[in-house]
């Protein structure tokens, strides 16, 4: 999906109209007029990222950074009681928008947003075959990459991801953005 069409993009470009409650020269937070509970915020990168292992180790930093001090503007002004801060990442996980962006949600008590699952019980040969695995490939972690480098990840979701302009039925999330006054 390309930047042209992409609504975030359009949004951090002002092409769009948001109800920014942060800005600086790589991040944006912007108010959803029609979130999960009054504050809900979304905080994203300005540059266009579809998925979060694109986002350089620098970037996503100060993107969670930002998210954090959100969260707590969210519990500040709003008296929120709890936040919920999650990421949809890629389609099986409810992500509609090929950008990147960190979900800030301001929690009460019985407010009625079910973020919970019926846990699935591993057994003893599932622990032991799924720990190896996340092991082996964990070990990669670490080696953080320097700001300069910037790889190009080819990712499944990227691809599939539908695009505005050749999507007649509008997603939930261009749908409500579009309501921002
Ligand atoms: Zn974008």
Not at 10 to 31: F, M, N, T, W
Not at 65 to 78: G, P, R
Not at 91 to 103: C, D, E, S
Not at 159 to 179: G, I, L, N, T
């Amino acid at each position: 999906m390309a930047r042209e069409s992409c609504l975030v993009c359009q949004i951090v470009e002002g092409r769009v109209p948001s109800a920014k409650v942060y800005e600086d020269e790589s991040v944006l937070a912007v108010l959803d007029v029609n979130g999960a509970n009054p504050g809900h915020c979304f905080v994203m990168p300005k540059e266009h990222y579809p998925i979060i292992e694109q986002v350089p180790d620098k970037e996503i930093g100060k993107i969670f950074n930002v998210a954090n001090k959100i969260s707590t503007a969210v519990f500040e002004s709003l008296q929120a009681q709890g936040t919920s801060i999650f990421v949809a990442n890629g389609i099986p996980a409810g992500q509609t928008v090929a950008h990147f962006l960190v979900n800030v949600i301001p929690r009460f008590e019985n407010d009625g947003i079910n973020l919970l699952w019926k846990p699935k019980q591993l057994n003893e040969e599932e622990i032991s075959t799924i720990e190896l695995k996340l092991k082996e490939q964990a070990k990669n972690i670490g080696g953080f990459e320097k700001e300069e480098k910037k790889e190009k990840l080819h990712h499944e979701p990227i691809a599939k991801m539908p695009a505005a302009d050749e999507d007649e039925e509008e997603d939930y999330f261009s749908r409500q953005m579009r309501r921002i006054p």
